[in-house]
C-alpha cells in the first residue's frame, strides 16, 4: 500500500506551501527527510519538473518510475515571477473561460482536465483559508475576529505566493436563525471583546499583476467561511424558503426563494457594531463593484469566482446570484465579468425558481464538489420537503408553484467524489470526516474521472489530517494535528502560566463603501 | 470572587517552577504581566516574602493586604543555594520525622501544618512529574518511555531546582490483568519501537547535598506512575485478593493478601525485553537498598519516601510494603530507613492482614490524599468486595479469615478533600477531574483544615487546566492546554509536513542490579 513517505506519485520538490494555523509564519525549523526518501528531490528532478509541466499525462502508478511524474501542483507553484517558476504554462490564459464555467464544464469532469482539478484544489485552498484564519480561541478578546492582518493574510495562512491580495475582510453578525454559527464568545470582565456580535466571515481578494498573467484575466476572488464547529446548523435549516426580494435582492420575481437562515445571515446587520453597520451582502457588493468597475476601466478581462465550503457554499450561491442580479459585475461601460461559483460540500440553497434564474437568466455558473457520503449537500431535503433526488423535476415545479411544499434543489453541475476510493484514509462512521474540506480537496487530488481509480498529483496527503482523524495510521500522522503550543498559554518571568494580552488591529470597511453602494443602487444605512 | 489574576492570596514572586510537558526546556519567551498584576511584585516584596518565611499564619483572605502573604510556596523553593534563597528554616530540618509520618501526623491535619502541606505538594509533583515525563505519541518510535534522559529529568518536566537526582527509572512490562495501563504503541513497518512491551513506571530519585540539608536527612524517593488515559482499569480489577508471597514478596504470612492486578504488574518481567528482563520490584529493590547502604554508610539519616497517584499509589503502597519487608531499608549496620507513602487518589490495596502487617508489624506510614468525589479511592469495594465503608472492622476480618468473600481495606491516615470547596473550579459531572492530580494539588494548596474554609497558598491555579477542564472560565485558562505545537509535526525543506524522525537513548538497568539483588537474598534472574 502507498505511504506518504514512499507514494512515487508526489513530487520530489513541492513549492506549494500548504495552509498554516499559526499567527506567525513558521520559524525556520525545517527538518530534512531521510535521505532514502530524499533521493528524489535533486535538483535534477527539478528541473525535469518544469520542463513537464503542461503535459496533461495520467501520473504513474505504484510502480516507482524514473520519470518524475507531472505534478499538477507545478500548475499551483505561487511566485512573484511566473516565468522563473516555470509556471506559464500557457493553458489557464488560453482556456480560462471554459475553466470558469462557459460551457458549463462539458467534457472537463470524466476524466478530469488537469487544468481544472488545480483550479479546484486552489479555490477550495481559499475556502479552507477562512477557517485556518479564524480566532477560535474562547478566550481570546478577539475571538470571531481574523487572526491575521489583511495585508498578510495569505502568508499567514501558509499561502504567500499565490498570487493575490485581500482587498477586503468580510464580517456577519450573529444570526438567531444561524446560532451556532459564531463561535462562542467568553464575555470576562478583564477585556472587552472587539466586537459582542461580528464575526468574521470571509475576504475578497484580488489577483496579482503576475497571477493574472498566468489565469488570463483579473480575478476577483470572493471566499465565504463555513461553520465553525459541528454541523448542528443543519438541524436549524427551516424548511420553508422566503422570496429572495424579502432580503432586499432585487429580483423581480416574487417565486424565486431561498432558504431563509442564510439569506438572514447574508443580509443581517448590526448598525451598533462597527463591522456589522454593513450587512455581509452591502460589503460584498461594493467592493466586487469597485473592483469590476476598476479593472473593466484599465481595459482588462475581469472574472468573479466566488468560493465557500459547506454553510460557505450556501453563502457563496446566494451572493453569487446577488452580484449577478444586482449588476455589481457590471462596470458602467456595459461589460459584465463572468460569475462562476465552486462549491465544497454544500447544501441546497433555494428553490426551482431560483435555480431558474440563476443558471439562465442571470447565467451564473456552479460546480459543487462534494462527497457522495456527505450528508450536507443531501439537506435541505428531508420531511417535507422535496428536493430533486426523491422528485422528477416536474413534480417539484408543480409543488413550488401551487405553493404545496417546501423545494430545494442544487444549482449548477456536481462532480460527486468519494472517499472510499482513496487508499490513504480509513474506514471511518464519522460524519464530519465525510464532512472535511481537506479531504475534499486530497479526494480532487488523486481524482481522475468516474471510476477511473485514484491517483494523487502532489498535494500533501498529511493536510488531511489538519483538523480531522482520517488518514490511516500507517501513515505516521497524527489526528487532529494542527494546534498552537500550549493553547497560547506562556509562562510570565513568575514562573505562572497565563494567556497573555494581544493587541490586535481588527481591518475595518473601506471608507468608499457608501459610494458604491449608492452606484449599485443600494442604501447604505 | 478571587480570579488568578486578581487573587492576593498569590505570592509576588514564585521561584516555584511548574511541571513542564515539553521536551525542551522553555525559550526565552517571557510575558510580562501588566503593570496593574505587577505591582506587588516589585523586590521589596520579594524581600519582605524572604524574611517573613516560615510563620505558619494563615494567608490573608481576600481584602487586599499590604503585607505580602506568607507563602508556602517559599517552603517549597528550588535552588542550588538555599541559604541564598532563604529556605533553610530550620523547621523542616527538625521535624522531618513528624512529617514523614512517625507519629501518624497527629495533629498535623486538622489545621493543617503548613510544613506538612509542602511536603504534600512537593511529593505530589513527583508523581505528576511521571505523566508529565511520558511519551504518549502512539506514533513516536519511544512511545511509553520516558521523554527525557535520567540527568535531566527534572529540567525537563520543570522542576529543576527541585533539589533530587534521578538515580534509577523504572519499567515495567505490560500487563495482562491491566490492560490499559500501556500506551497503545503503533506499530509501523517503517520505524522499530524501542520496545514492544516495556513501559516507563517510575523512578528513584534522591536528594542532594543542599536539599538533604535542608529536609533533614537524605531522602530516597520513589514515584510511580498512574494510568496512562482513562480509568478503564478500575472495571478491571479482580474481586480476588491473592497472598502476596505468591509474587515473592518474602512474607511468612499466607493470609497477608493483596489485589493480584497490582501485584502483577509490580513482579511481572519479561526476559526478552533489555528494560523489562528486571520486574519493577527487582529494579526498585536494588535500587533503594543501593542508596540505604550508601548513605548509612556515610553516616547520614535516610528516609524512603514512596509516591503516586491512582494506580502508582497502589504500586506505592505495594512496594513500600516490598521494601520494608524485603528490607531493602535495611543496610548491614542494621540501621533502618524509615518508610513512608505519600498516597492521592488510591484504590484499595490489600485485605485487613495485609493492612495490620503493613502498619504494625512493618511499620510503614502511610498518607492517603483522595477528593471524597472521586470513585477510584472506594475500589475495589463493588460487588462481593466488602470494605472498611461498608462493614465494621470485625466483621470484615471475620469474613477475611473465613474465606467468605474478598476484603479490601484502606493503609494509613487518610487526609480527604472537596473539590466544591474550591472557588476556582467549576460544577461538573466529569469523574475525571474528580481524579485529577493536578486539581488535588490545587485542593492541598488551599486546603486549611476540616470546614476551615479555602485560601490558596502559592500554587499557579492555572496547573489545574493542564490536562484537564476544570477551572472556571473566568480564570482565562483554556482547559486541556498542556499540548506541544501541531502534535510535534514539523515541515521538511519542501513543504511537506511530517513527524520527524527522533533518536533518544532510553536509559537502562545499572550493571549493579544483580549484585543488590543477591545481596537482598533474592534471585536475579
Redesign the interface.
Known sequence: MA???SCPN?P???????TI?FQQP?TG??????AAQNSA?SAGSRRELQQRRGRSSHVASSAVSTDPPTSVVGDMERGSLAEKSGRSDGQLTARWREIHGSNNWEGLLDPIDTVLRGELIRYGEFAQACYDAFDY???SRYCGSCRYPAQTFFQGVGLDGVGYEVSRYLYATSSVKVPNFNNQK?K???SKLWSETATFIGFVAVSTDEETARIGRRDIAVAWRGTVTRLEWVADLTATPKPVSEFGIPCPDPSVKVESGFAELYTGKDVECRWCRYSARQQVLAEVRKLVELYHGRGEEVSVTVTGHSLGSALAMLSAFDIAETGANASSDGKRAPVCVFSYSGPRVGNTKFKDRFEQELGVRALRILNVHDTVPKVPGVFYVFDEKTFPEWALRSIDSLGLGAVYVHLGVELALDHKVSTFLKDTLDPACYHNLEAHLHLLDGYQGRDQGFQLCGR?P??VNKAADFLL??H???P??????????????????????RQREVDDHPEDTDHHLDQLGLTAN
Open positions: 505511504t506518504i513517505s508526489l520530489a520538490v513541492n513549492h506549494r506551501r500548504p494555523l513558521p525549523r525545517r527538518w530534512l527527510i531521510s528531490s480561541d474562547r478566550f467568553h470576562s470582565a478583564d500533501d498529511a493536510l495510521d500507517e505516521m500522522v497524527p487532529v494535528w494542527r494546534q498552537d503550543e500550549n493553547k497560547g498559554m506562556v509562562r510570565t518571568e513568575d514562573g505562572r502560566w497565563v494567556l497573555p494580552p
